[in-house]
Nanobody
Framework: QVQLVESGGGLVQAGGSLRLSCAAS????????MAWYRQAPGKQRELVAT???????NYADFVKGRFTISRDNAKNSVLLQLNSLKPDDTAVYYC????????????????WGQGTQVTVSS
């Protein structure tokens, strides 16, 4: 089994910064893509940023230039640095990873973190 544990959310004033982290543990052979999503109250979950196993990054237009995604393969973790935060960034942030298990035959499966609340006050 695989588990993703997130940390780093909180309350911050507009213009401030936060750093989110997500670490995977369990029966992991390799981790392919990693991503961060967010879901604001009353809205659908939306993609924030992705990073491939090779380190290629992609960002949603609404966070370009403000957020940075990175990964630490040695620690099976993904980070999201949030700068210049705006009240519209208020949401629950979820990490997601595509993981190949050490259990032969399972293939690549998607796993999600439990979510961490980010609240930006004006």
């Amino acid at each position: 089994q695989v588990q993703l544990v997130e940390s780093g959310g909180g309350l911050v004033q507009a213009g401030g910064s936060l750093r989110l982290s997500c670490a995977a543990s369990g029966s992991i052979f390799s981790i392919r893509a990693m991503a961060w999503y967010r879901q604001a109250p009353g809205k659908q979950r939306e993609l924030v940023a992705t990073i491939t196993s090779g380190g290629s990054r992609n960002y949603a237009d609404f966070v370009k230039g403000r957020f940075t995604i990175s990964r630490d393969n040695a620690k099976n973790s993904v980070l999201l640095q949030l700068n210049s935060l705006k009240p519209d960034d208020t949401a629950v942030y979820y990490c997601q990873m595509t993981i190949r298990s050490i259990v032969v035959g399972l293939g690549d499966l998607e796993y999600w973190g439990q979510g961490t609340q980010v609240t930006v006050s004006s």
